[in-house]
């Protein structure tokens, strides 16, 4: 038995075997070969590109028997560069000429073909680079004997075990299949922490160097996703602190159900309103089940990394399924948030030296912009099914919410010239998330309709401090003095304009933040939908002038550390 300590980031207790997942370039080995060793290393390619053609129309006949023949469709395309024989006729060459043994040649084969495609101007074949990563890292399992590592395809329950996992990795993945993860690297707010939340399963990330050198496939793995805590081979104690675990959890749920239609109301009377963040429109249902007042953040880009790029109709479908099952309750859709960790190589989003301050979200749809007012058009579309509202992330500048306006008025144009139905007045907001917009926050007012406060990055920008990098985790914490004072003035800045503030970071499915957060003028929270209960207790049990003066004390406290326990300790926490 071994324990391991890292940030806990979705709660719940779990035992499983592990999967370790290490789909790493750098762990391939490229080496020369003698001339005579050609023909072996050739055949070696042909014994695997068979092994792999079996695997591919294996996946083909499910893909088509489960999900028809659309899904199917991927495979087939799959088959075919597997069998071009200008692509085989090239890897022979290599070998040949380069002499080098048949994965370095696979590599390097792979890098030429994804740099050739993804500078292409159609993004038809832009969208070939995943077939293309796809194909070669099956082989590669294949030549180096590893059973294929694939999320998507996992066949039983299993606690993933990885350096990392991208939002790609995370929206990709078997989800009823994944019991637990734990990563080395990550953070509360980073995105495999988000929706480890939001899909409900227990996490510890940031575990630090060297978890997956130490995990064997298959091993049982203990996860305490509310204390942070992952063990090794559990004995029996942990595995009664399982059982004892589910049937809190049990219950807790029922005592959820109860709230689930009772208004959030302050003990004095004041309403909060509670809205929910979500990734995919699956999670619709819980919006529902947890009582949610609407959709505060939809994070649309989440559609665009499930393995290929959406059109208009598609996105219109998605969004409108949404729309309908919410039925007059507003949803407020960001537009494409792309970039930083939310790479999208099929798109150009990939390759910048410092991503979390390069080409994301706004910055990429103001140059891209035939990629963004089809997504314009997909929403405004959706509108006329019920309450949406649009939402710009990253806005750093006035000049940019105003370019964002201006495609906004052409997609309106191009709905209106196809006669489609809309919402021509849709109300347009941003969220509040560079401190630049914060700062400004009042300029910024008078050309919106509402500003949505994203303390996730607000405080990885303010604080400069990659949310994702667990060695500076310590940073990316909820109360600090500088983020609490952005927040408090963009609240200000939009009360005064007569604007609405929500704030949907990760902070406000805090219960003791959400009091805070009240206290510091906010009146509408969005969160992961589960969390929407427990905030509502927490609120319903003060009131405001008791939320306020807890905020006056927290501006007034210089560490975040003494704000946690001053707040914990009134809280009853
Ligand atoms: C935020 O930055 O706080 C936010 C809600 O957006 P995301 O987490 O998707 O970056
Ligand atoms: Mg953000």
């Not at 038995?1 to 370790?20: C, D, E, L, R």
């Not at 071009?84 to 090239?90: A, G, S, W």
């Not at 060297?210 to 942070?228: M, N, S, Y």
């Amino acid at each position: 038995m071994k324990v391991i300590k890292g940030i806990p980031v979705s709660p719940g207790v779990t035992i499983a075997p592990a999967f370790v997942f290490a789909d790493d370039a750098s762990d391939i080995p490229e080496y020369a070969i003698e001339p005579d060793h050609v023909p072996e290393e050739i055949a070696r390619y042909h014994e695997a590109s068979r092994l792999a053609r079996q695997e591919i129309e294996a996946l083909r006949d499910k893909a088509k028997s489960e999900a028809g023949e659309e899904q199917a469709a991927i495979f087939d395309a799959h088959l075919m560069m597997l069998e071009d024989p200008d692509v085989l006729e090239r890897i022979e060459r290599e070998i040949n000429e380069t002499l080098r043994n048949v994965e370095a040649v696979l590599l390097a084969f792979e890098t030429e073909m994804i740099e050739t495609l993804s500078s292409s101007p159609d993004p038809l074949i832009q969208e070939r680079v995943s077939d293309v990563h796809d194909v070669v890292r099956r082989i590669l399992g294949h030549l180096l004997k590893r059973e294929r590592l694939s999320l998507a395809d996992l066949e039983a329950d299993v606690v993933i075990i990885a350096k990392e996992l991208l939002p790609s990795d995370m929206v990709g993945m078997a989800r009823s299949r994944v019991k637990g993860i734990v990563t080395e690297a990550g953070g509360r707010t980073s995105h495999a922490a988000i929706l480890a939340r939001a899909f409900q399963i227990p996490a510890v990330l940031g575990v630090g160097h060297g978890l997956v050198a130490q995990v064997r496939h298959g091993q049982e793995i203990f996860i305490d996703g509310d204390k942070g805590i992952v063990v090794i081979e559990p004995d029996a104690t942990m595995v009664q602190r399982q059982r004892l675990a589910m049937s809190a959890k049990l219950e807790r749920e029922r005592a959820d159900r109860e709230l689930r239609d009772k208004p959030a109301i302050m003990k004095d009377g004041t309403p909060i309103r509670l809205l929910a963040n979500i990734e995919v429109p699956e999670e619709v249902e819980n919006v529902l089940e947890y009582g949610a007042d609407g959709i505060g953040l939809f994070r649309s880009e989440f559609l665009f990394l499930g393995g290929h790029v959406p059109g208009e109709e598609e996105q219109y479908r998605a969004y409108r399924k949404v729309v309908e099952a919410l039925n007059g309750k507003p949803v407020t859709i960001r537009t494409l948030d792309i970039g930083g960790d939310k790479v999208l190589p099929e798109l150009g989003a990939a390759g910048d030296k410092n991503p979390l301050l390069g080409w994301r979200a706004i910055r990429f749809c103001l140059e891209k912009t035939e990629i963004f007012k089809t997504q314009l058009r997909a929403i405004l579309r959706a509108s006329a099914h019920g309450k949406v509202k649009i939402m710009f992330p990253m806005i750093s500048t006035l000049d940019e919410l105003i370019r964002a306006q201006g495609l906004l008025a052409e997609a309106k144009w191009e709905c209106k010239a196809h006669g489609y139905a809309m919402d021509s007045a849709i109300e347009t907001g941003i969220m509040v998330e560079v401190p630049s917009a914060a700062i400004c926050a009042d300029v910024l007012a008078r050309s919106c309709d509402f500003f949505s406060i994203g303390t996730n990055d607000l405080t990885q920008y303010t604080l400069a401090a990659d949310r994702g990098n667990e060695k500076v985790s310590y940073l990316n914490e909820p109360y600090n003095l500088a983020v609490l004072r952005l927040i408090k003035m963009t609240v200000s800045y939009g009360n005064h304009a007569h604007i609405d503030v929500s704030l949907c970071g990760e902070m406000a499915a805090d219960p003791v933040s959400a009091v805070l957060l009240a206290g510091l003028g906010l009146r509408s929270l969005s969160m992961s939908a589960p969390s929407i209960p427990a905030v509502k207790r927490m609120l319903m049990s003060v009131s405001l002038e008791e939320a306020s003066s807890l905020a006056h004390q927290a501006l007034n406290l210089n560490s975040s550390t003494q704000v946690s326990a001053m707040l914990n300790s009134r809280l009853n926490r």
